[in-house]
T-cell receptor, first 110, second 113 residues
Framework: KNEVEQSPQNLTAQEGEFITINCSYS?????LHWLQQHPGGGIVSLFM???GKKKHGRLIATINIQEKHSSLHITASHPRDSAVYIC????????????FGKGTHLIIQP | GAGVSQSPSNKVTEKGKDVELRCDPI?????LYWYRQSLGQGLEFLIY????????KSGLPSDRFSAERTGGSVSTLTIQRTQQEDSAVYLC???????????FGPGTRLTVL
């Protein structure tokens, strides 16, 4: 079973700061998901990536398959970015569904 | 519809009653997933359907949980004899194909009194 570790668990930053959230996993994967969940809200898929880097607006996701590590970056952070960010990977062993990290609770203060 | 829809959005039931949760995936998506988000437990995988293949039930927590997918589209998750520990948000997701990006529904918040 894939073990997923996210760091930090909690992060409070000031508006405008550059944010980095990290995710490590234990079993080789085909693709990794970054998800966002606002307080009381549903889950939104931000990225699915299998190599390199993807960018969407102020969000950038990178993955290093060899090191089994991914990062999610937020540039010019804004209070509306405050949410829980969750890393998810396939469980490994041929099984499907996703295994989720515990999430990073991000608060951006104005 | 444009996205994954789930109903009801909220369900309050008494311990011991049966509940049915519904998921309408994005049209044309062959893979459908059910997840559960419990307070303090995070997100966990429950069951997965791919086309007409037998579902992967490896994540179901007990035999009180079952799911079906009719006609390769709509899915129903049934919980029999609900217990308080079943209280959670139940999320459905669909993807165009196996291993593809998953689109999540808004979830059903189940409260068992």
């Amino acid at each position: 079973k894939n073990e997923v570790e996210q760091s930090p668990q909690n992060l409070t930053a000031q508006e405008g700061e550059f944010i980095t959230i990290n995710c490590s996993y234990s079993v080789g994967i085909s693709a990794l998901h970054w998800l966002q969940q606002h307080p009381g809200g549903g889950i939104v898929s931000l990225f699915m990536l299998s190599s390199g880097k993807k960018k969407h607006g102020r969000l950038i996701a990178t993955i290093n398959i060899q090191e089994k590590h991914s990062s999610l970056h937020i540039t010019a952070s804004h209070p509306r970015d405050s949410a829980v960010y969750i890393c998810a990977v396939p469980p490994g062993g041929g099984a499907d569904g996703l295994t989720f990290g515990k999430g990073t609770h991000l608060i951006i203060q104005p | 519809g444009a996205g994954v829809s789930q109903s009801p959005s909220n369900k309050v039931t008494e311990k011991g009653k049966d509940v049915e949760l519904r998921c309408d995936p994005i049209s044309g998506h062959t893979a459908l997933y059910w997840y559960r988000q419990s307070l303090g437990q995070g997100l966990e995988f429950l069951i997965y359907f791919q086309g007409n293949s037998a579902p992967d039930k490896s994540g179901l927590p007990s035999d009180r949980f079952s799911a079906e997918r009719t006609g390769g589209s709509v899915s129903t998750l049934t919980i029999q004899r609900t217990q308080q520990e079943d209280s959670a948000v139940y999320l459905c997701a669909s993807s165009l194909m196996v291993g593809g990006g998953q689109f999540f529904g808004p979830g059903t918040r189940l409260t068992v009194l």
